[in-house]
């Protein structure tokens, strides 16, 4: 079976090829394909990958190229891990929005906007090419935002594209742990967008155990939510927040915290990887101990920002492991082997959540077969959740609609009914802002 990952000289590839030498089933994938549109990346990518397989028998092979057509006939999955320019662009879209006094979080607010009108003509294009070169294949998003992106490809590959994130997941896992339970023994009831999403239910044998977090201080205090969110704001919602949604709850606080950083995330990812980068130009260098190293410097430092504010501490090492990789590879099993599966995804809405139409992407619960994924039916939400997503997802729909006719006002549009964008004065600056440093960006006129 073969594998294509686009932006395949990514930093995260070697955890997703690290999943796949875990596979020894029947129908495993024996072929990766790396797509990047820069050759040292990918080499030195695939120097990491080389030293992973090293002694393992029946290892995937690899092969790397630049021509995207290349990589994708013939593919049965493709991962799409693609970052339209690359980190810089990332700590563009944070000084931009933080120079306005929004959050430029690459997901969330202003800067997932900006992130998303450049990403989303490229995303694409990827979509139509899958469509025409490997018409079979399964498309697995990992490009953020990914719910908005998953959303754009779905209206040409059809409920062929799913798209995939590790924050549901990890979310899941410790609240199963600090409830003594076994994560894959428990059911998840979890319910929004992307980075916009509540657990409000974790059923063991049919029992919800979550009233019992809820009602023990120190247990929900005790793990990564309890600490950013606190237990008082918690036992109010009557829910367990996704992490992301500290960046609307606590918006000022979090926006203060990063105008103070020494750096922006995305600043000091762009130079971290740089290190990391050049040191792969060093032919006797040990690929995977470096790769090893900045992972390891990269996971800690995670919502460095957003802890600080909460008072929370360093993370948890429970939770410095990743996931998103083994998301993909239980969902690309589920799928080629008719290996049953219950996942939290990004996929069409259908009749899952009444607040929107069918076509609109969600995150939720799924059942995974042979035939993709199947969203599971959901309880409605409660008006304040439901109002967040309806605005956040008319937001991405004004994205969408900015990308396809190039219209400089529909992206004003986009920015200012966003909740964290505060003015439309404001939304009007942003969008030149980021014109003036992205040249993705000169469509829209």
């Known amino acids: 079976m073969k594998l294509t990952i686009l932006g395949g000289g990514g930093f995260r590839v070697p955890l997703v090829y690290g999943a796949l030498l875990t596979d020894r089933g029947e129908g495993r994938v024996t072929d990766v394909v790396l797509h990047d549109l820069d050759a040292g990346r990918l080499r030195a990518?695939?120097?990491?990958?080389?030293?992973?397989?090293?002694?393992?028998?029946?290892?995937?092979?690899?092969?790397?190229?630049?021509?995207?057509?290349?990589?994708?006939?013939?593919?049965?999955?493709?991962?799409s891990a693609i970052r339209v320019g690359g980190l810089e662009?990332?700590?563009?879209?944070?000084?931009?929005?933080?120079?306005?006094?929004?959050?430029?979080?690459?997901?969330?607010?202003?800067?997932?906007?900006?992130?998303?009108?450049?990403?989303?003509?490229?995303?694409?294009?990827?979509?139509?090419?899958?469509?025409?070169?490997?018409?079979?294949?399964?498309?697995?998003?990992?490009?953020?935002?990914?719910?908005?992106?998953?959303?754009?490809?779905?209206?040409?590959?059809?409920?062929?594209?799913?798209?995939?994130?590790?924050?549901?997941?990890?979310?899941?896992?410790?609240?199963?742990?600090?409830?003594?339970?076994?994560?894959?023994?428990a059911w998840i009831d979890y319910v929004g967008l992307n980075h916009l999403g509540w657990v409000r239910g974790l059923r063991v044998a049919g029992r919800d155990e979550l009233p019992r977090l809820l009602a023990d201080p120190g247990l929900l205090g005790s793990f990564e939510e309890g600490k950013l969110f606190g237990v008082d704001w918690l036992r109010s919602l009557g829910a367990i927040p996704?992490?992301?949604?500290?960046?609307?709850?606590?918006?000022?606080?979090?926006?203060r915290a990063h105008q103070r950083a020494e750096k922006t995330r995305g600043a000091f990812l762009a130079g971290q990887q740089a290190r990391f980068y050049e040191e792969m130009r060093d032919p006797d260098a040990a690929a995977l101990a470096a790769w090893d190293r900045t992972r390891a410097e990269r996971e800690a430092t995670y919502m460095a920002e957003n802890r600080e504010t909460a008072g929370?501490?360093?993370?948890?090492a429970d939770d410095l492991s990743g996931g998103y990789e083994k998301v993909a590879l239980a969902l690309m099993r589920a799928i080629a082997r008719d290996e049953r599966a219950t996942l939290i995804l990004n996929v069409r809405?259908?009749?899952?959540?009444?607040?929107?139409?069918?076509?609109?992407?969600?995150?939720?619960?799924?059942?995974?077969?042979?035939?993709?994924?199947?969203?599971?039916?959901?309880?409605?939400?409660?008006?304040?959740a439901a109002g967040l997503v309806t605005a956040v997802k008319a937001v991405e729909r004004e994205v969408l609609a900015a990308a396809e006719s190039g219209s400089r006002a529909t992206a004003v549009k986009a920015f200012a009914l966003h909740p964290l964008v505060d003015s439309v004065n404001v939304a009007r600056r942003l969008v030149e802002g980021y014109r003036e440093v992205h040249p993705g960006l000169a469509y829209l006129r």
């Open 45 to 79: 990518v695939a120097r990491v990958l080389a030293e992973q397989a090293a002694g393992v028998p029946g290892a995937p092979a690899v092969t790397a190229t630049t021509d995207l057509d290349e990589a994708l006939r013939g593919a049965d999955f493709v991962f």
């Open 242 to 255: 996704n992490e992301y949604l500290h960046y609307y709850y606590f918006n000022r606080e979090t926006v």
């Open 312 to 316: 929370a501490g360093d993370r948890d």
């Open 89 to 185: 662009g990332r700590a563009d879209d944070e000084r931009v929005a933080l120079a306005e006094g929004v959050l430029g979080q690459e997901t969330v607010g202003a800067g997932g906007i900006a992130y998303g009108l450049r990403t989303v003509p490229v995303a694409v294009d990827i979509a139509r090419r899958v469509a025409r070169l490997a018409p079979d294949a399964w498309l697995i998003n990992f490009t953020n935002p990914a719910g908005l992106v998953t959303e754009a490809m779905s209206r040409h590959l059809g409920d062929r594209v799913i798209g995939i994130c590790d924050s549901p997941v990890g979310l899941g896992r410790r609240i199963a742990r600090v409830l003594g339970a076994d994560p894959h023994e």
């Open 349 to 384: 809405n259908g009749a899952t959540l009444a607040a929107l139409d069918a076509d609109a992407v969600i995150e939720v619960p799924c059942l995974v077969d042979a035939n993709g994924a199947h969203p599971v039916a959901a309880a409605p939400l409660p008006g304040h």
